[in-house]
Structure formats: C-alpha cells, structure tokens
C-alpha cells in the first residue's frame, strides 16, 4: 500500500442496511478525516480523529459513526443508510491534524436506493 | 455563518493564463488551502497561504489578503491537463476546514 485506500469503490445499497466504509493508510499520520462530496456543495467534514483512540463530530455527523482502534485504520459505518446518504465519499489523513496538507484516498461511491 | 465563495465555472484558452478567486466569510482565519480535483478523483493539494502575500509555485501561484478576505489562484500556461476543478478551503479559527464547493475550469484548445 502506498498513500491512502478505501474501499468500496463503489456500492449500491438498499434503504435500512447498515454499510461500513473502509479506510486505510499507512504513511502514519495521526490524523483521519471522513468528508463527503455532493454536487454543488464543498466537501463536507463528517467525523474526524486526531490520534489513536480518539475521535470528533464534523458538520455532518447524524446517521454516521467512526472508530479509531489504531493509526491506520479508520472505518465509516452507517447504521441505517438512507437516500439522502447517496454521495461521493472520500477519507483522508494528515500529519498532525487540520493545518497540515490533508492526503485523500479515491473516494467511495455509494447509492442508497 | 462561515462562507466560501467561488466562481462555479470558469473557461480558459491553451497557453493562456487565469485567475480564480475565492472570498471568504469565516470566524477567524488560521490559513487558506487550494487543491485541485480532476473529475472522478480525489483532491491532490496545491497551494498553503497564512501570510498576506503571493506564493509562486511553477506554474501555479496563490495570493492572501486577510484583510480583505480574499485569495486567488493563477495558473499560467495553461495546459489541458489543468482541466479540472479548484478548490478553495479556509481554517478557521476552531481549526475547522471550511471548504468552498469549488471552480470547475475548463480549457480549450
């Protein structure tokens, strides 16, 4: 692995499942960020984790959890998806925290049907 | 409330230059970041501004006022690979990013 993955790269789910994003990187930084990306709209801060162990509400946080169990992995679960979830996700990581240069992974297309 | 403002789309010739800006409206400021994105990836960063000035980085430059608000991206000679949208973000002073939704250039021949 060299940078950032997630996976899926794409799913289609049906309304009331629960789905979990996944998200590794291994260039250890500490911080991990879950935005997501609609048309017409910035990306928008979903959860993030300074370090280890920790994690905090972005914008966007309703219908969506995270874990941090260690510094590479940093899982997005939806515990009852919904349509209006359909989105473009995208993690990311940097360094420290937000003032570094956030390095994102190539998103996950998701369909709530 | 906080606000990033961009222009949605913009067109620019080959070989030519363009300037894309951003205004801000956010609560304190603690730095302006530009990134750009090709259609169907991820962002890739670009340009880090927190002091007044402009910021000149090959062919791409980026411009802070604070005091105004406001940044602006260039990108001289231009080439068709710089198709792609622009991204706009300001952190503020939570330390929160705030992201603009983004310039979408488009460059022709």
């Known amino acids: 692995i060299a940078g950032i993955t997630q996976a899926p790269t794409s799913q289609i789910l049906a309304a009331g499942r629960r789905m979990t994003l996944r998200c590794t990187q291994d260039?250890?930084?500490?911080?991990m960020y879950w935005y997501r990306q609609d048309l017409g709209l910035g990306l928008r801060l979903i959860h993030y984790s300074n370090t280890a162990g920790t994690t905090g509400k972005g914008e966007v946080p309703d219908g969506y959890s995270v874990s941090r169990a260690n510094t590479d992995d940093f899982p997005l679960t939806l515990a009852s998806a919904v349509p209006s979830q359909t989105s473009v996700y995208f993690c990311a990581s940097s360094l420290t925290g937000f003032t570094d240069t956030q390095y994102f992974g190539p998103g996950t297309r998701l369909t709530v049907l | 409330g906080q606000n990033i403002d961009q222009p949605t789309e913009m067109t620019a010739t080959e070989g030519a230059i363009v300037q894309i800006n951003c205004t801000y409206q956010?609560?304190?400021?603690?730095?302006l970041f530009w990134y750009q994105q090709h259609a169907g990836e991820a962002p890739t960063f670009l340009s880090y501004?927190?002091l007044d000035g402009l910021e000149e980085k090959g062919r791409f430059s980026s411009f802070l006022s604070r005091s105004k608000g406001y940044s602006y991206l260039l990108l001289k000679e231009l080439q068709m690979k710089d198709s792609a949208s622009y991204l706009c973000a300001v952190l503020d002073s939570n330390y929160q990013l705030i992201w603009g939704a983004g310039t979408k250039l488009i460059i022709k021949p």
């Open positions: 956010t609560s304190g400021f603690n730095g």
């Open positions: 501004n927190v």
């Open positions: 260039m250890r930084h500490n911080a």
